[in-house]
């Protein structure tokens, strides 16, 4: 059975920095690429930052780029997200997602649908 655990969520303030963490189990997600998206209350699900598997290519909302950097351990089977400069606005429900490694490719994804499997995800808050 896959699954996709997020940790390093919590309360901070504005300016601070976090690191999430995803630990994939189940399967080998070396060859996948894995993505992080968010959402915010009473909003869509949006689209944070994707690497693809051998971490060559990276993509990132503009929110975020600058800000935020995608990172993986694929010994670890692991995806991170190290977030500084925090911002009331990136208060949200941070999810971890993978895509099948049936679907190998080099590319990343931005879009929710390119992904099959996903975190339960953890709360981020940030104060003002």
């Known amino acids: 059975q896959v699954q996709l655990v997020e940790s390093g969520g919590g309360l901070v303030q504005a300016g601070d920095s976090l690191r999430l963490s995803c630990a994939a189990s189940g399967r080998t997600f070396s060859s996948s690429a894995m993505g992080w998206f968010r959402q915010a209350p009473g909003k869509e699900r949006e689209f944070v930052a994707a690497?693809?598997?051998?971490?060559?290519?990276?993509a990132y909302a503009a929110s975020v780029k600058g800000r935020f950097t995608i990172s993986r351990d694929n010994p670890k089977n692991t995806v991170y997200l190290r977030m500084d400069s925090l911002k009331p606005e990136d208060t949200a429900v941070y999810y971890c997602?993978?895509?099948?490694?049936?679907?190998?490719?080099?590319?990343?994804?931005?879009?929710?649908?390119?992904?099959?499997?996903w975190g339960q995800g953890t709360q981020v808050t940030v104060s003002s």
């Open positions: 997602a993978a895509r099948s490694p049936d679907r190998r490719s080099t590319y990343t994804y931005t879009t929710s649908d390119e992904y099959d499997y």
């Open positions: 690497i693809s598997w051998n971490v060559v290519t990276t």
